[in-house]
């Protein structure tokens, strides 16, 4: 803000040259009072006044410093400023007492408008042939360096690319790979890798026939029973009406097939038949309870043996169906559990079950429908297991493989593409581990070439000469391609030759093929 034609300018604490020099930038010429806190930390040293005095001087301002700090007004007078206590203070006096701005002329034309008067200095003629000597001096140095250029250029500049294809074979072998849970590094030595244990509960049912017999009564007995009146009336026994035998620890029950008029003081029969089936017939006077209301008004006896349940050779559960149950069970849930633990989150993405490791830890339940000697035709068996086995990681049975494939290697040859077969898991203990399976590893060697050693040999050659001598030192299972760079004209080809220094040859080694066989593993 303005007041007269003195500019008020409040300071914060945290404003510095920059912020500074934003706010006088919006001024124009004239007085500006700056007013200082207590705790602002620009102007406070000597140098901070004299950025100020130069930006005063260049926007062409009469600065004065308001502060109440008497130290600082100290400081700002001996730097040049006019400092006061107040804004009051500063507007009452009618002259400043500081350095005003020195004021800035510019030069009467731009430099590049001077003119310059150049007079040549007259020459000796002794200094004359100094001149000559020296300029024939500076030829001979000029077409030397032309020389060692063109040389240096000649050497350095071209390029060659050689590629080379080694002479290579196939190579198989087969590694047996030993699993142990309890190590945790791979043993190259002794092919073996680390595994781990992984786990699931499965539950099943199964049914197998039974192959037991016994003599067992089969069929429903039926017969006659007479029932006596103890009423002086008539009484009709109801059909369903149930009698017994007199047997207190497994009575034989029967029932009444029709409704019965028994006459006072009378007998009379009706026909009967087991409740159950296969109890077997009982003999004659055996049937002497009747059961329910009857027994007040009536007595029953059987004068005759019943018949309908006869002795025959059934089918029963022996122990050696308990067995087949359980084996075929145990099998089926086991494929279940190697199904479970390979389609479910228990592996991970390199890994592999090992069917053949599969272990029964635990069997929580098992659970017949029949007992032994009880006569089936069919017994079945539900049963829970826990069931355990091992994870192997695939690439620590390929880096396994392929350590022992590049060891059967002949001299010199390197190993350039490698595939792997998972075999079948070994059924007697052929390695160290728990489990032994073998991976059948198939290569590509080619002859290992030293490239730095085929630069050497060809530098400087001709094109033929280089073909000839890398055909005779190193074992190729084609002719070397060479490309030169850059190409030579037909005048110059006296001049192709590789070049001079091995590190401008680039030598590639491209195996000559790769196998061509499906990974298994």
């Known amino acids: 803000m303005g007041l007269g034609t003195c500019s008020i300018v409040e300071l914060e604490p945290q404003d510095d040259f920059t912020s500074i020099q934003h706010r006088l930038g919006w001024l124009g010429r004239g007085r500006v ?3 200082l806190p207590w705790d602002v930390r620009f102007l406070s040293r000597e140098l901070d006044f004299n950025l100020l005095r130069r930006e005063a001087e260049q926007r062409q301002l009469e600065i004065a410093i308001i502060s109440p700090d008497l130290e600082r007004r100290a ?3 001996g730097c040049g400023f006019p400092a006061f206590s107040s804004v009051e203070k500063a507007q009452e006096t009618d002259v400043w007492r500081s350095r005003p701005p020195e004021q800035i002329e510019p030069p009467p034309h731009p430099w590049w408008e001077q003119k310059v008067e150049l007079r040549p200095r007259p020459i000796h003629p002794r200094a004359a042939w100094l001149n000559w000597a020296r300029l024939g001096t500076r030829l001979i140095i000029f077409v030397l360096a032309l020389l060692i250029i063109a040389g240096s250029s000649y050497a350095i500049i071209p390029s060659g690319a050689v590629t080379l294809i080694p002479a290579g074979e196939e190579f198989t072998t087969i590694v047996p790979v030993s699993v142990d849970p309890d190590v945790e590094a791979i043993d ?5 890798v680390p595994a781990r244990r992984v786990g699931a509960e499965v539950e099943g049912y199964a049914e197998v026939e039974t192959t037991g017999t016994v003599n067992a009564v089969a069929g429903r007995a039926t017969g006659t029973a007479m029932f006596t009146n103890l009423l002086a009336q008539n009484y009709t026994v109801p059909a369903g009406t149930v009698v017994r035998t007199s047997s207190t620890s497994y009575p034989i029950r029967f029932h009444t097939t029709a409704d019965v008029v028994v006459p006072a003081a009378g007998q009379a029969t ?8 296969n109890i077997g017939n009982v003999g004659a006077f055996q049937i002497n309870q009747v059961e329910g209301v009857a027994a007040s008004a009536v007595r029953v006896i059987n004068p005759d043996p019943t018949s309908g349940a006869e002795l025959q050779e059934v089918r029963a559960v022996t122990q050696a169906d308990y067995d087949r149950a359980r084996e075929q069970l145990m099998r089926q849930l086991l494929d279940q559990a190697y199904t479970d633990m390979t389609t479910s989150d228990l592996l991970e993405a390199n890994e592999i079950l090992l069917r053949q490791s599969l272990l029964i830890v635990g069997i929580p339940k098992e659970a017949y429908t029949h007992f032994i000697t009880e006569q089936s ?3 079945g068996l539900n049963m829970r297991l826990q069931v355990r086995g091992l994870a192997v990681d695939v690439d620590n049975a390929k880096a396994v493989a392929y350590a022992a494939l590049s060891q059967s290697l002949p001299l010199r040859y390197e190993l350039v593409d490698a595939h792997f077969e998972l075999g079948e898991v070994a059924e007697e203990d ?5 489990f032994t399976f ?6 590509y060697a080619a002859a290992a070439l030293d490239v730095s050693t085929a630069a050497g040999l060809i530098q400087g050659q001709r094109v033929a000469e280089a073909h000839e001598l890398l055909r005779t030192e190193f074992p190729l299972a084609e002719s070397p391609q060479i490309t030169l760079w850059p190409e030579w004209p037909e005048q110059l080809k006296w001049l192709e030759r590789l070049p001079l220094l091995p590190l401008r040859i680039g030598v590639q080694v491209a195996p000559q093929k790769t196998l061509k066989v499906s990974e298994n593993l």
């Open 438 to 443: 073998f991976v059948t590893a198939r290569g």
């Open 377 to 379: 035709d069919k017994v």
């Open 33 to 35: 009072a700056l007013v």
């Open 270 to 277: 009706v026909p009967i038949e087991a409740l159950d089936q």
């Open 188 to 192: 190259h030595a002794a092919h073996l």
């Open 75 to 77: 400081l700002a007078r």
């Open 430 to 434: 052929v390695g160290p581990g728990w």
